[in-house]
């Protein structure tokens, strides 16, 4: 009778240790099953590539742009090509690209082709002059009379007897655009210098004695003299507030609305729009579309 219980209990304790056996699997199972998706979701990461072409103006915020976006998201290789902004907008509506870069509004044929207006930024444009130059201050008159050639000497403007040596950028360029546009002079400036990007303009300014060019605000340095326009000196602030005349959007135009773009460049828009990017915008020098 001792043997029969005894072996009774062996069997007991048997059942009930393939029991708890068989618990601990089951939940193990269920742990590694959650911990698989979770892993899964972090590690869904995005991947490919996005071509951006257009404004040599916008090279210093896109570049910024996209390399955060690429930081964020390591499979992600974004190429950037900067040939001017109508270049771009033609590449883009070509369907060579995925975003075209103009420093400009875009134009209505542009639009009529299928490319979208997305502005992410506002800049001002800057008139630079050479360190050497006295002259702190233009007129919007006396610029109009600068570039159509009525002006031609820096001591008919309050300046030395200095030849005015114009410079600006090629037939194409969205600072071009929106400089001549902004002041009813389109087709009618007289340039000693047509130069094929931003830096070559202010180079330019920088070692020529009375030269004067039009600049993005944000890439402005020590290298010249920014001179204020109608009183008012050339900064965020003041395009703000509408009392500087010379500014411009920077768009990132996309064929299409920006939902009917790839999940790749919809995220990039993301970013963009995200607190991340924004002060990606600011540190460069750019104000945020209001």
Do not use: H
């Amino acid at each position: 009778m001792k043997k029969a219980k005894k072996i009774l209990s062996l069997i007991t304790a048997a059942a009930l240790l393939t029991i708890g056996l068989a618990g601990c699997t089951e939940t193990a199972q269920q742990d590694n099953s959650g911990t698989s998706g979770t892993t899964q979701s972090q590690t869904a990461k995005l991947s490919g590539n996005i071509s951006m072409v257009g404004s040599t103006s916008m090279e210093k915020l896109a570049n910024a742009l996209s390399e955060g976006f690429m930081a964020a998201n390591p499979g992600v290789t974004v190429n950037a090509e900067f040939v001017g902004s109508s270049a771009g907008i033609e590449s883009l509506v070509g369907g060579k690209c995925d975003i075209g870069n103009a420093s400009r509004a875009l134009k209505d044929s542009e639009k009529s082709s299928g490319a979208v207006e997305n502005i992410v930024a506002i800049d001002g444009i800057a008139m630079v002059v050479n360190k050497a130059n006295p002259v702190k201050n233009l007129s919007k008159d006396q610029l109009i009379g600068i570039y159509t050639g009525t002006i031609k000497n820096w001591s008919e403007v309050g300046g030395s007897d200095t030849a005015i040596v114009v410079v600006g950028r090629e037939a194409g360029s969205g600072t071009r655009g929106a400089f001549e546009e902004i002041l009813g002079i389109e087709e009618k400036c007289v340039y000693a210098n047509e130069l094929d990007s931003t830096g070559a303009a202010m180079a330019k300014a920088a070692s020529t004695e009375g030269a004067i060019a039009y600049v993005s605000l944000d890439v402005i340095n020590d290298t010249v003299n920014a001179v204020s326009l109608d009183n008012v000196e050339p900064t965020a602030d003041n395009i703000l507030s509408g009392s500087y005349f010379l500014c411009r959007p920077f768009v990132m135009a996309t064929k299409g609305e920006i939902s009917s773009q790839s999940d790749l460049v919809k995220a990039f828009f993301d970013y963009v729009e995200s607190s991340e990017g924004q002060e990606i915008i600011k540190k460069v020098g750019l104000i945020l579309p209001q």
